[in-house]
């Protein structure tokens, strides 16, 4: 078998992991090596499905010990099998580098005879990689469940980012599924991680030289739609994960369903792109605009809307938060308005310190008037000739995308009185057309 | 004094130059129309003032700029000046005449036009040069690696740092087809140089067998279900393909086929 069939096989089987991120820590080449990091993170293409490529993703192995039912590599699917040797690895890896075809490598693996094995073909590849080439790119690993505490500190050392993936975001749905792997063989490296990273900070503040665990932290991925976990579950897993774990990244992946059985959805079940997408917005309005997982859905409300984004959902039932004066309002709840993201926030943070704002100065430092419009007062003044009325307001913050579906779903009743903001709003019925939305998705709503 | 509301600057393209133009403007007090280049078609509607480059007069503006509104101001007016906005001659000037006014201030004065617009130029150079980093391709010639962009943006004083720290020990070069200019690096130095045109020799075996790996790699990362061609799209615009090796010649496992490839690297 040549590197172009083992290249194919193996990328082919590492291509469902989401992770493909190379941010978090800023290096440059010691005298003698190649590669260096921007904590901003660099994408160096972008695939077919527009999802960024910045590492080489590829399995060490897709032989697998492990027989998960939504897995592609598990030891029952009928598949070919492969695995790099260490030096063919590192040699790909480098030679992608040097024509700046990647940032760095992803790698994971199958579990090739038992965690602590393929653990330390691993550490090989990346021990040749840093030690014989000098190479100081990013480099992703993913810590086996089960492997030994000795061996993670070892692969720790060499890498850039580790990730532990929970995959099914609770026991009962791992005890179904993924009958190899529990909750605490999850969460036990992951915890061990967590306190290596944080010796590892004090020990780099004594010695200036102390090499670093894990620079750039660490993440996860769950799987979403193949069991029958709720929104409001994820997110608050989610949320404990940035807290307890501090965590730097929660990825999600939509289930793509690539095998047959009774126990997870149809193989021609499209994946809940939509479902995916929600819960990236809410996993960015717990990391950067202050919002908690409580705020965003509750017990009574466990699934997101899908005709408006979390942010405008919230807004919409908290308008006694609103109208805001631009002039005056503290960032925090700047960051709370429907049109004014992170930017546009910090932007205006600034520029009212040397006049005050009016509309179309707001519209210069990028603010989404349309919706913002509503929840927002410039000089004591809401915009000239507004009129504040409920279905103003929902179609606003709707795309005409969406507004249409939303109509095409309850054509019989799509008088304007019949929208309403405070009901529970009724879910995309079955024969929604999935092309149509997955095209919305492409755009933010 | 010239007629305010028809006076044209005409300098040589550089940034002392420009900056010679701010020091013409206070000096006569006066505010042109707009800054041309010497090679711009002229109308003879309008009166066009030569401006000498003096770099007494250009240093003296120079260390007046982080004095009077600090270094970022500074900073900011070099990244305007590598932009590819047509009029950023003139918003410069405006700007910096705003700077002597407001002093530090004008960098947080965001809604002002001039501010604005010369803000938005700069955000998209950096978002050309960041996009860059990413999207440069190398190909190996005897051991030196090569590549060729066509940005908008004058973008390579701006990638000459991240290249240098990435590839300490190489010799590379990168070719800005736009501007005929080249980013040029060998241990420990490097320069920017002015080359007409660059040809490519064919890829040899191993280059040509890494692009078709990478190419394979491409094609396979991407999960089928989830096609997103416009997504892809916002993310990696069109223009940046045609040097890119993933979009390069046909897809084919069998090992060199020189003519294919060339025709991408040859344009």
Redesign the interface.
């Known amino acids: 078998m040549d ?2 069939d083992k ?2 096989i193996l ?2 089987a ?3 992991d989401v992770a493909c991120t190379s941010s978090g820590v800023n290096k ?2 010691a ?6 990091a ?1 904590a ?1 993170g ?13 590492l ?2 590829v399995l060490m192995t897709n032989v697998c010990a492990y027989d998960c039912k939504y897995c592609v590599n598990r030891k029952s699917n009928d598949t070919p099998r492969a695995s790099f040797t260490p030096r063919e690895l590192a040699e ?1 890896t480098i ?2 580098y ?4 990647i ?1 760095g490598l992803f790698l994971s693996s199958g579990v090739l005879k038992n965690p602590d094995y393929t653990t330390e073909q691993m550490i090989e590849a990346l021990r040749i990689l840093r030690e014989e080439y000098r190479f100081f790119g990013y480099i992703h690993a993913k810590a086996i469940p089960g492997t030994d505490s000795r061996l993670i500190a070892q692969l720790g050392m060499l890498t850039d980012r580790m990730s532990v993936n929970i995959e099914l975001p609770s026991q009962s749905s791992l005890q179904m599924l993924a009958p190899d792997k529990s909750k605490h063989s999850i969460l036990a490296p992951m915890k061990y991680i967590q306190n290596r990273i944080q010796e590892n900070s004090t020990d780099v503040i004594k010695y200036r030289h102390a090499p670093k665990f894990v620079p750039a932290g660490q993440s996860t991925q769950m799987i979403i739609g193949a069991t029958p976990d709720t929104d409001f579950q994820i997110l608050n897993l989610t949320e404990g994960l940035y807290k307890k774990y501090k965590l730097k990244r929660v990825f999600f992946s ?1 289930y ?1 369903p690539v095998a047959e059985n009774t126990l997870l959805p149809t193989l021609d079940t ?2 809940p ?1 939509w479902r995916e997408h929600r819960l990236y917005q809410a996993d960015w309005l717990l990391r950067f605009y202050g919002f908690t997982a409580n705020e965003l859905l509750d017990q009574h409300h466990q699934s997101f809307n899908p005709y408006l984004d979390p942010k405008c959902n919230w807004a919409l039932h908290h308008m006694d938060f609103f109208p805001m004066n631009v002039n005056r309002a503290p960032y925090s709840d700047l960051l709370r308005v429907p049109g004014i993201g992170v930017n546009s926030a910090k ?1 205006i943070v ?2 009212r ?3 005050t ?1 009016q509309f179309n ?1 707001l519209k ?2 990028g603010v989404v008037l349309k919706r913002a419009q509503y929840f927002i007062t410039c000089g004591g003044k809401v915009t000239g000739g507004l009129k504040i009325t409920q279905d103003k307001v929902l179609q606003s913050l709707m795309s005409e995308k969406t507004l249409g579906m939303y109509h095409q779903s309850f054509p019989l009743q799509s008088q304007i009185k019949q929208l309403s903001l405070f009901e529970q709003p009724p879910m995309i019925p079955s024969g929604f057309p999935q092309e149509d939305l ?2 919305c998705l ?2 933010p709503i | 004094m010239f007629d305010q509301s028809n006076l044209i600057y005409r300098y040589d393209g550089s940034f002392d130059g420009l900056l010679c133009c701010v020091f013409e403007s206070y000096d006569k007090k006066e505010i042109p129309t707009e800054i041309i280049l010497p090679d711009t078609s002229q109308t003879l509607l309008f009166t066009v003032k030569e401006i000498r480059t003096d770099v007494q007069k250009s240093s003296r503006v120079l260390a007046s700029i982080p004095e009077k509104m600090g270094f970022d101001a500074l900073n900011f007016i070099r990244r305007a000046f590598l932009t590819c906005f047509t009029q950023k001659e003139l918003y410069i000037l405006l700007f910096l005449r705003l700077g002597y006014r ?1 002093g530090q ?1 004008v960098m ?6 001039v501010v ?1 617009i010369l803000f938005k130029a700069v955000k998209h150079l950096d978002n050309e040069s ?2 860059l ?8 010639f005897s051991n030196i ?1 090569v ?1 060729q962009i066509e940005p908008k943006n004058y973008v390579l004083p701006l990638m000459t740092q ?1 290249f240098s ?6 010799r590379f070069l990168i070719y800005d087809k736009t501007h005929g200019m080249a980013l040029v690096y060998q241990p420990y130095q490097s320069a920017i140089i002015s080359i007409e045109d660059l040809e490519l020799p064919e890829p040899d075996e191993q280059e040509q067998s ?1 692009r ?3 190419q ?3 094609d ?13 799209m ?3 615009p069109k223009r940046y393909w045609k040097y ?3 979009f390069g010649g046909p897809r084919k ?1 069998s090992p060199l086929k020189l003519e294919d490839t060339a025709k991408f690297l040859i344009p």
Not at chain 1, 98 to 101: A, G, K, W
Not at chain 2, 165 to 170: A, C, K, S, V
Not at chain 2, 221 to 226: H, L, S, V
């Open positions: 590197v172009f290249l194919k990328t082919d590492a291509k469902y440059k080449a005298a003698g090596g190649v590669g260096s921007a901003s660099i994408c160096h293409s972008f695939s077919g499905d527009g999802r960024c490529i910045s080489l993703k790909l030679n992608f040097r024509r700046n075809y940032e939509a793509m499209t994946p792109l932007r600034i520029a310190r040397s006049a704002l100065d210069k430092l997955q095209r492409t755009n | 407001h201030s947080s004065m965001l809604a002002n036009d604005n960041h996009l980093k990413g999207f440069v391709r190398f190909s190996i690696l590549a991240h720290e990435r590839y300490p020990e190489e890494y078709e790996l990478w394979l790699f491409y396979t990362i991407e999960i089928q279900g989830r096609h997103n061609p416009k997504c892809r916002s993310h990696m890119m090796t993933e496992k």
